[in-house]
T-cell receptor, first 113, second 110 residues
Framework: ETGVTQSPTHLIKTRGQQVTLRCSSQ?????VSWYQQALGQGPQFIFQ???????GRGNFPPRFSGLQFPNYSSELNVNALELDDSALYLC????????????FGSGTRLTVV | GEDVEQSLFLSVREGDSSVINCTYT??????LYWYKQEPGAGLQLLTY?????DMKQDQRLTVLLNKKDKHLSLRIADTQTGDSAIYFC??????????FGAGTRLFVKA
């Protein structure tokens, strides 16, 4: 059984650019959630995808968007990058919208300069 | 509003018990969780408790839930240096959203 894999592991972008982060969910999981973790903070919920539909969203602007594919893998897209977007982006998958907890990937460290 | 609060640091000696505390605000939470994060890694689910339970034990881990006070604790028995990490308390606010605390950094002294 493979866990959650994220790519890339590290990324440096310039302010104003766009970025796409990728996530492969754990086998058998149909739900993917994305979290932003700033240094020294807990993860902040961005949004969740369940069976290819956005299932809920946190307090993030529309320039944060996502997709879920038929194989339940997912992408997080961020447009018009700002310096404050620098963080660890975590993908987490689960069965049925997160009941009984998530399996997290190791994250993508995004630095915006 | 939704909020989960934890103390930031805890230091214990190897072999002692560690108790990490958490308070939450959403009384409708169905599940409450404890996650562990080691440096450079994602979060690892340690255990969870259903909201109609008072206690759950899993090997060295004991979770206590006081719903009246909205207080959750994690006790780690016989704490080892490998337990040094950041521990996050989280609540399921229903449906899609899990809210995390800021994390408690556990230092284990040999």
């Amino acid at each position: 059984e493979t866990g959650v894999t994220q790519s890339p592991t590290h990324l440096i972008k310039t302010r104003g650019q766009q970025v796409t982060l990728r996530c492969s969910s754990q086998s058998g999981h149909n739900t993917v959630s994305w979290y932003q973790q700033a240094l020294g903070q807990g993860p902040q919920f961005i949004f969740q995808y369940y069976r290819e539909e956005e299932n809920g969203r946190g307090n993030f602007p529309p320039r944060f968007s996502g997709l879920q594919f038929p194989n339940y893998s997912s992408e997080l897209n961020v447009n018009a990058l700002e310096l404050d977007d620098s963080a660890l982006y975590l993908c987490a998958s689960s069965e049925e919208q997160g009941a009984r907890g998530y399996t997290f990937g190791s994250g993508t460290r995004l630095t915006v300069v | 509003g939704e909020d989960v609060e934890q103390s930031l640091f805890l230091s214990v000696r190897e072999g002692d018990s560690s108790v990490i505390n958490c308070t939450y605000t959403d009384s409708s939470s169905t599940y409450l969780y404890w996650y562990k994060q080691e440096p450079g890694a994602g979060l690892q689910l340690l255990t969870y408790i259903f909201s109609n339970m008072d206690m759950k034990q899993d090997q060295r881990l004991t979770v206590l839930l006081n719903k009246k006070d909205k207080h959750l604790s994690l006790r780690i028995a016989d704490t080892q240096t490998g337990d040094s990490a950041i521990y996050f308390c989280a609540e399921d606010t229903g449906g899609f959203k899990t809210i995390f605390g800021a994390g408690t950094r556990l230092f284990v002294k040999a």
